[in-house]
Nanobody, 120 residues
Framework: QVQLVESGGGLVQPGGSLRLSCAAS????????MGWYRQAPGNQRELVAR???????NYGTSVKGRFTISRDDAKNTVYLQMNSLKPEDTAVYYC??????????????WGQGTQVTVSS
């Protein structure tokens, strides 16, 4: 059983910062790409940032230069540092990872989501 558990969401003022974390646990054999997506009310889920096994990254257009994704493979954890937050960054943020569980095949896993609200 593989799980992704996010933490670090909350309420922050415009211009502030937050750091999200997502830890993968369970019978994990290997992890490939990890990433963050977000979904605001009435909108489709969109890519925020993604990082592959060798550290190559890609970002959604609206967050480039403000957000930074990183990973710690020893901890099976991916992070999202969010700076210069704007009200339009308000959304539920979901962690995603391509994981091969022990004795299984590659699969796509999602966390339960963490709310980020940017408001004064």
């Amino acid at each position: 059983q593989v799980q992704l558990v996010e933490s670090g969401g909350g309420l922050v003022q415009p211009g502030g910062s937050l750091r999200l974390s997502c830890a993968a646990s369970g019978s994990i054999f290997s992890i490939n790409a990890m990433g963050w997506y977000r979904q605001a009310p009435g909108n489709q889920r969109e890519l925020v940032a993604r990082i592959n096994r060798v550290g190559s990254t890609n970002y959604g257009t609206s967050v480039k230069g403000r957000f930074t994704i990183s990973r710690d493979d020893a901890k099976n954890t991916v992070y999202l540092q969010m700076n210069s937050l704007k009200p339009e960054d308000t959304a539920v943020y979901y962690c995603n990872a391509e994981i091969r569980a022990t004795g299984s095949f590659w699969d796509d896993y999602w966390g339960q989501g963490t709310q980020v609200t940017v408001s004064s």
